[in-house]
């Protein structure tokens, strides 16, 4: 079965941090790109994170630069999204995407609040 399971989300205070998984099958993760993308409530969705089959490149929205970090691991077919100093407006459903395969995860909520 081909498809995309994210898990790790949840209410967390700002400051706080929260690592999000997302578990492939049913594709070759190892040979395409991975993005985690997230849409807030009447927003469109925004890419976060990318990272490259291997690994050895990745990228940011500015709005996240420097607090979240993607890596992968190839071997457990699993993209990570390891988010730090969350704020409030980081709150919104997240999405993993694998790029080539054009497969989307059913998304996972954080909620940045007090």
């Known amino acids: 079965q081909v498809q995309l399971v994210e898990s790790g989300g949840g209410l967390v205070q700002p400051g706080g941090s929260l690592r999000l998984s997302c578990a492939a099958s049913?594709?070759?993760?190892?040979?395409?790109?991975m993005n985690w993308y997230r849409q807030a409530p009447g927003k469109e969705r925004e890419l976060v994170a990318s990272?490259?089959?291997?690994?050895?490149?990745?990228h940011y929205a500015n709005s996240v630069k420097g607090r979240f970090t993607i890596s992968r691991d190839n071997a457990k077919n699993t993209v990570y999204l390891q988010m730090n100093s969350l704020k409030p407006e980081d709150t919104a459903v997240y999405f993993c995407?694998?790029?080539?395969?054009?497969?989307w995860g059913q998304g996972t909520q954080v909620t940045v609040s007090s």
């Open positions: 049913g594709f070759t993760f190892s040979t395409d790109a």
């Open positions: 990272i490259s089959s291997t690994g050895g490149n990745t």
């Open positions: 995407n694998a790029v080539v395969s054009a497969i």
